[in-house]
């Protein structure tokens, strides 16, 4: 059965419902509100609306450009004036903190009937449903913790595999040094400073992990072991990576790695999309592998864009919230728009063998095996667990660290947890 057949179908379907009722039957439209302006981002979200118009709906958007908080911005000022999109790009905390307001659309009818709860990942339920009822659909699952390696400079400075432990990678980068190579490529942002020291936390402590970055705890924020994570991370700043990341964007440090001017990088799985734009083959010329850890399991920090949908009173928006959702956690989009982003499904029934790259598979594997495990985090960087006052607070100390080499760990660990304290 063709797409386009499919849609027909659907769209008959939905005629004869409504001629049976009696009722004028609902047009689908959607306005969403995403922050995915430009690039491989733009391109995946595109594909979104090429399916929704597809399948009968009328698609608008709203792009902002810039950092989260200017979509949030935007988001606050529409609901204040009365005019709520009807879909928005949100995730984490911000999908309890809008559904605690009353706002929020009940999407479990749709849900029950499509059998949700059964094919997404549990650890995105909770976010996806921050009461009890859906409210939003997630479109994918980003892996953070990702280590890409150059094989042609790994073997120009001898080591012949990624590093498996933080041992294994400080051995590395000193033969990085000794071959004239700089290790680990590297650009100095306050999310690209947290990601790289997010992975450094959960690999070496994921107990601490999860006490400091997902429960918000002050006393981890300000142990021992967060006092270790940052003396490797003055490690890496000081030696392993090069003195320019303060001034440097993200294609310039990543192509560092993907040039072969520096063994590693340390990144989400988003540069799967932007390797294979620059003719670089995961898996092959670009390695890819789960970033160190010092206590040997599958390990998985977790990132999903969703959609959240906020209560509308026509009723062309309400079937075009419930037609945007359907397209969104189908099978056909959860494969056509992950493999453009370098995600992977956020439902866990979808066969990866056609289309996938040999890392995108290897992320869904260890992705299961990491559930079966309990070593299933969600990621702080990027917005999935605390609230946004406290991941700033975190944030903004650790690129703090990163930018001050007179810092100490001790000094940094207890000024991450006074900055934390002070928003409570």
């Not at 400080?170 to 306050?190: M, P, Q, R, T, Y």
């Not at 981890?220 to 006092?227: C, D």
């Not at 299961?368 to 969600?378: F, N, P, Q």
């Amino acid at each position: 059965m063709t797409f386009k057949w499919k849609a027909a179908t659907a769209a008959a379907t939905m005629m004869t419902a409504a001629l049976l009722s009696g009722t004028a039957m609902a047009e689908p439209k959607v306005l969403m509100l995403h922050q995915w302006a430009s690039g491989n981002d733009a391109a995946s979200i595109a594909k979104l609306g090429e399916m929704f118009t597809a399948k009968g709906g009328t698609w608008e958007q709203t792009a902002i450009a810039g950092h989260t908080a200017n979509t949030l911005a935007k988001l606050r000022a529409d609901v204040v004036a009365g005019n709520a999109p009807a879909a928005v790009q949100l995730k984490g905390p911000e999908i309890a903190e809008w559904n605690a307001t009353g706002g929020t659309a009940d999407m479990d009818e749709l849900a029950t009937a499509e059998g949700w709860d059964a094919v997404v990942a549990p650890e995105l339920l909770p976010v996806m449903k921050p009461e009890g009822k859906w409210v939003a659909a997630p479109m994918n699952i980003h892996r953070i913790n990702w280590m890409w390696g150059n094989k042609a400079a790994m073997e120009a400075a001898g080591v012949t595999e990624l590093p498996k432990t933080w041992a294994d990678f400080n051995a590395a980068c000193e033969k990085a040094i000794a071959a004239g190579k700089v290790c680990l490529a590297h650009f100095s942002a306050d999310w690209s400073d947290a990601t790289t020291f997010e992975t450094v936390v959960y690999g070496q402590d994921i107990d601490l992990y999860r006490k400091a970055f997902v429960e918000g705890d002050v006393e981890a924020l300000r142990s021992p072991g967060m006092i270790k994570a940052f003396e490797q991370m003055k490690l890496m700043v000081s030696k392993y990576m090069d003195p320019a990341i303060a001034g440097r964007d993200y294609d310039t440090g990543a192509n560092m790695m993907a040039n072969g001017d520096a063994l590693f990088f340390i990144m989400g799985d988003w540069e799967l999309g932007r390797l294979v734009s620059i003719g670089k083959t995961p898996g092959t010329d670009i390695l890819c592998g789960q970033s160190p850890t010092d206590w040997g399991k599958p390990g998985f920090i977790l990132n999903s864009d969703s959609v959240v949908f906020f209560k509308q009173n026509d009723p062309d928006f309400q079937e075009g919230q419930k037609l945007l959702a359907s397209t969104i956690l189908s099978p056909e989009f959860q494969s056509v728009f992950n493999i453009a982003k370098g995600s992977i499904p956020a439902r866990l029934d979808v066969d990866l063998t056609k289309g996938f790259n040999a890392c995108q598979q290897q992320s869904q594997a260890e992705l299961k095996g990491s559930i079966e495990g309990g070593t299933l985090v969600r990621s702080m960087a990027h917005n999935m667990t605390v609230l946004q006052k406290y991941r700033g607070a975190m944030m903004d100390t650790i690129t703090e660290f990163v930018n001050a080499p007179e810092m100490t760990a001790e000094e940094a660990a207890n000024l991450m947890a006074d900055a934390v304290e002070a928003q409570m």
